[in-house]
């Protein structure tokens, strides 16, 4: 196969990986559910976070990460415990809603960078994806060893396919949000992410290492 067309190959497996549901969708629906323009940070955060992956895999380090359990631990509980703590903070912000009856409590989106952090973080703090990419990444390079151009094509290309497929989530998030305003609506939808979030971390916290579960 070409190098174009490894490329092609390469995108089309990201955007599988993308759209599937996880801590970065929660995450990013969340956001999105107090404005396009915090949904559109935390997305920059997930995408710098998948180029890290993705270069890390490219170049070896996600290998060393993958093949310790102490480190794959560290990581793991990490990342449940920041979701579980984005969790609790958006049940208590659909508490918030709820304490003037029939009226839109105020929602504060946070900063473009409070927002991308969080993006970010819940991805790189998810170690699965490790795994994910140690498996996936020596799939779409020669089998003469990674070069220049693969070590940064592969993860522009990761980073571009989840910016735009999360994008086209927000925007349709947001949409929705200012659409159907009813404040009571939106505190149901916001206590049902929240509860994602918190059962999602609960679930990375006391999930196996990929390697031990296969085995």
């Not at 799939?139 to 497929?165: C, D, H, N, R, S």
């Amino acid at each position: 196969m070409s190098a174009a067309g490894q490329y092609a190959a390469f995108a089309v497996v990201m955007l599988f990986i993308a759209v599937s549901p996880g801590p970065d969708m929660a995450v990013i629906i969340s956001r999105a559910l107090t404005g396009w323009t915090a949904g559109a940070a935390a997305t920059l955060g997930v995408a710098a976070g998948m180029f890290v992956w993705v270069l890390a895999a490219v170049t070896g380090i996600a290998a060393l990460l993958a093949a310790s359990a102490q480190a794959f631990t560290v990581v793991k509980v990490a990342g449940a415990l920041y979701l579980v703590y984005l969790g609790v903070r958006a049940l208590l912000a659909a508490r918030r809603r709820g304490d003037v009856p029939g009226a839109e409590a105020p929602v504060r989106p946070g900063t473009p960078l409070d927002n991308a952090v969080r993006g970010f973080l819940s991805n790189i703090l998810n170690a699965k994806a490790a795994v994910l990419f140690v498996a996936l990444i020596p799939q779409f390079v020669p089998t003469g060893g990674v070069g220049v151009a693969e070590a940064i094509t592969l993860p522009l290309i990761a980073a571009v396919v989840v910016t735009v497929w999360y994008l086209m989530l927000t925007t349709t998030v947001a949409a929705l949000h200012r659409k159907f305003a009813d404040s009571s609506v939106w505190r149901r939808i916001d206590t049902v992410v929240g509860a994602a979030l918190v059962a999602v971390g609960i679930g990375v916290l006391f999930g196996d290492h990929p390697r031990a579960s296969a085995g």
